[in-house]
């Protein structure tokens, strides 16, 4: 059964930094990790994908990382701002026909301006 | 582009009662997907429905159904309501790998 962590469950950092949230899964069978974020009592919005033959996606100042040997993925951000405060979590898509996501419990980060 | 869309935004009801949550997709997807975030327990996967047809389960009770029609949109209903049946309940919707999410349905049960 698939596992997926995220630590520290909680991060604050000052606005114009750069930050490295992380994501580790049991079962490196995987088809994909998604990262997302969620706005409190919002739903979630798609960031990245990564396909389990890539090692990294980047949009605009975000960058993922993944690494199925070792069953971690990364998700950096460059120059923090107040705006990127929210919850961010991983999932993992086990195979193509096994489409559900099992999903990491989070890390809510704070950016202090 | 319309995104995924969910209703009721609320919802509550009490114990024994059953709710009903509806989703439409994303236009042209015709995957639905659905899942139950509860206070400290995470996202948990629910149901998936593809082309009118339950594909996977989670591992919940039966009293947890749904249906796609075919528009693609789709009902989660939940009988006999529990406290803990108590969540944001969201809706995705797919056409290839990537997920999109729904603003989801908060249901409270007193």
């Known amino acids: 059964k698939q596992e997926v962590t995220q630590i520290p469950a909680a991060l604050s950092v000052p606005e114009g930094e750069n930050l490295v949230l992380n994501c580790s899964f049991t079962?490196?069978?995987?088809?994909?990790l998604q990262w997302f974020r969620q706005d409190p009592g919002k739903g979630l919005t798609s960031l990245l994908l990564i396909q389990s033959s890539q090692r990294e996606q980047t949009s605009g100042r975000l960058n993922a990382s993944l690494d199925k040997s070792s069953g971690r993925s990364t998700l950096y951000i460059a120059a923090s701002q107040p705006g990127d405060s929210a919850t961010y979590l991983c999932?993992?898509?086990?195979?193509?026909?096994?489409?559900?996501?099992?999903f990491g419990t989070g890390t809510r980060l704070t950016i202090i301006p | 582009e319309a995104g995924v869309t969910q209703s009721p935004t609320h919802l509550i009801k009490t114990r024994g009662q059953q709710a009903t949550l509806r989703c439409s997709p994303i236009?042209?997807?015709?995957?639905v997907y659905w899942y139950q975030q509860a206070l400290g327990l995470g996202l948990q996967f629910l149901l998936w429905?593809?082309?009118?047809?339950?594909?996977n389960r989670g591992n919940f009770p039966p009293r947890f159904s749904g249906r796609q029609f075919p528009n693609y949109s789709s009902e989660l209903n939940v009988n006999a309501l529990e406290l803990e049946d108590s969540a944001l309940y969201l809706c995705a919707s797919s056409f290839r790998e990537t997920q999109y999410f729904g603003p989801g349905t908060r249901l409270l049960v007193l």
């Open positions: 079962d490196s069978a995987i088809y994909n």
């Open positions: 999932a993992a898509q086990k195979t193509v026909g096994n489409e559900k996501l099992t």
């Open positions: 429905y593809d082309e009118g047809e339950e594909r």
């Open positions: 236009s042209g997807h015709t995957s």
